[in-house]
């Protein structure tokens, strides 16, 4: 029965273009293992060095409440395979998550500002997760020793997973033996929308998601900013999108968003949205940022957080005239309601090396009284004693 199944489902994957698809089934039960005889053990060991050394990595992200919330949608999206799965959160501002063959599940934190809702972060999950049950992830990982002349897998998914400082060419020669194919995209997308469902999520998220990707690599592509090594290994397109959202409206028409998931998401990004947007600052693509801010400005998050970034990002990038810009926000910031108290830090170092004292006094007291107990409180009071 099992072996019936995953034949109709590859024969289906194969015709997946256009056309109006079957409904698509899981090809392996939750619980499972590779044979004895197969190759799988040999791989399954591999991918054992792999996790230990992502456990101990200084990349993943520790905090309780960020873990909680996306182990729990996992664990709504995959059902019964939650048990087979183990998250592990990434820092790491690209977007990006995968699945291996033996349920490493990684989730980079460029993903979760990229997505606006709890729905979006599912659609992401459950179409790693129809890679995973299709072993797709398996006949990547194949594909991937196959190619490789030296080295492991070990060496070559750590470098995926500090991917972020690779070089472009090194970048997209291992992203072109990881990528999947195209059936497979496909298939992994409408799989991937039946766990949404039976996890009570909307499934119009998906085409949502993927709408957000594709326009960011193409604004990118556009500004010469290199796509991020999500998009190389999931091939998406336009087309892509329509199939999916073809297959929504015709299989799941009655299924609305939860607007409380929207809620949660957005109170979860503001809470760390410190490290989260400082992280993709630097990565100095400030298109992106830029995008992003405006995004996130819509969808809900403090405006005075957003203010506060701008500020972060235009003294980042220190072009020309963004100086001015970078004390525009910050006045913003300071004067939002609650205040970002940093804000007053920033404009009190900006007017002192502008030379005004009276204003850099003034935002530096301002600071300490809203933030008595500093770090920098030394620091900023023997500033003070020569302004
Ligand atoms: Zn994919």
């Known amino acids: 029965m099992k072996l019936a199944c995953l034949g109709m489902v590859l024969l289906l994957g194969a015709a997946l273009s256009r056309a109006a698809p079957q409904e698509l089934y899981p090809s392996i039960a939750p619980g499972y293992v590779p044979s004895a005889a197969s190759d799988e053990v040999g791989l399954w060991t591999e991918l054992e060095d792999y996790e230990r050394a992502i456990r101990r990595s200084a990349l993943r992200v520790r905090d309780p409440g960020l873990n909680a919330y996306v182990q729990k949608v996992l664990c709504r999206v995959s059902g019964e395979y939650c048990q087979d799965l183990r998250l592990y959160l990434i820092r790491n501002p690209h977007f990006n998550a995968s699945m291996t063959a033996n349920g490493i599940v990684q989730v980079w934190t460029g993903l979760l500002m990229r997505v606006s809702s709890e ?70 997308d409408l799989l991937g929308t039946r766990f949404m469902v039976e996890g009570g999520y909307d499934p119009r998220a998906a085409a949502r998601v993927w709408d957000t990707i594709v326009a960011e690599e193409k604004r990118a592509v556009a500004k010469r900013e290199e796509p991020g090594i999500f998009s190389k290994t999931h091939p998406s397109s336009d087309e892509r999108v329509e199939d999916l959202r073809e297959y929504v409206a015709a299989h799941y028409p009655d299924v609305s968003e939860d607007p409380e998931g929207r809620e949660r998401h957005v109170k979860v990004l503001s809470q760390h949205y410190g490290f989260l947007m400082e992280d993709q600052i630097d990565t100095n693509r400030y298109g992106r940022t830029e995008d992003m801010l405006e995004r ?19 003294r980042q990038r220190d072009g020309e005239g963004d100086r001015e810009k970078a004390l525009k926000s910050y006045l913003l910031a300071g004067k939002a309601n609650p205040p970002v108290a940093e804000a007053y830090l920033q404009l009190g170092y900006m007017y002192m090396k502008l030379g005004d004292a009276a204003a850099a006094r003034a935002s530096f007291e301002t600071y300490l009284l809203l933030e008595p107990e500093s770090d920098e409180r030394a620091m900023i009071e023997f500033y003070l004693e020569d302004l």
């Open 119 to 188: 729905d979006e972060l599912a659609a992401v999950l459950g179409h790693e997760l129809a890679h995973y049950t299709q072993l797709h992830s398996l006949e990547q990982i194949r594909r991937a020793t196959a190619a490789m002349t030296t080295g492991s897998i070990f060496d070559m998914s750590l470098l995926i997973l500090t991917g972020v400082n690779l070089p472009a060419g090194q970048m997209t020669a291992i992203a072109s033996v990881m990528s999947f194919s195209r059936a497979d995209e496909s298939e992994a």
């Open 296 to 314: 996130h400005r819509k969808l809900g998050v403090d405006d005075s957080l957003i203010e506060f970034y701008y500020g972060e990002m235009y």
